[in-house]
C-alpha cells in the first residue's frame, strides 16, 4: 500500500507505534544516562516507573493533534478528551518524577478541567 493510499487511521497507528517507540527508547535512555553516572537530580528516581506515564502522555497529545488537524482545525469533544488526557497523564508523570506533593499541587487539576471546558467545540458531520 503506497503512502498517499493510506487512511488517517492507518497513518495515525503508524505514528504512534513511533512515539511510543521513542518514548521508550528515551526512558531507556535515561536509565542509561543515569548509571553511567550522568546527574539527573531534577528527576526523582524512587518513583522511576512514573517514566512510563510518559508514554501515555505523548500518544494522547499525538492523537489529539492528529484529531485537530483532520477535524480542520477545530477543537470536537474527541480532540479535547485527548488533548486533556495527555495533559493529565503528564501532570502526574510529572509530579512523581520531581518529587512533588500531589496534596499541594491537586488543584492544577482543578484547573485543567475548567480550561478544558473553555475549550471552543466544533461538531463534526
Not at 7 to 34: C, D, N, Y
Not at 58 to 87: C, D, K, M, P
Request: proline content about 3%; aromatic content about 12%; some cysteine.
Amino acid at each position: 500500500m503506497s503512502e498517499m493510499s493510506e487512511t488517517p487511521q492507518i497513518k495515525e497507528g503508524r505514528m504512534s507505534r513511533l512515539l511510543a517507540g521513542l518514548a521508550i527508547v528515551l526512558v531507556g535512555a535515561l536509565f542509561l544516562a543515569r548509571n553511567l553516572g550522568v546527574d539527573l537530580s531534577f528527576i526523582w528516581f524512587d518513583h522511576w516507573w512514573a517514566t512510563f506515564l510518559l508514554i501515555p502522555t505523548v500518544l494522547q497529545l499525538h492523537r489529539a493533534w492528529v484529531r485537530f488537524q483532520a477535524n480542520g482545525g477545530y477543537f470536537t469533544g474527541e480532540v479535547t478528551s485527548a488533548l486533556v488526557g495527555g495533559i493529565a497523564c503528564g501532570m502526574v508523570a510529572t509530579l512523581f518524577l520531581l518529587g512533588l506533593s500531589f496534596g499541594r499541587w491537586w488543584p492544577l487539576f482543578v484547573i485543567l478541567a475548567g480550561l478544558a471546558v473553555m475549550l471552543p467545540t466544533h461538531r463534526t458531520r
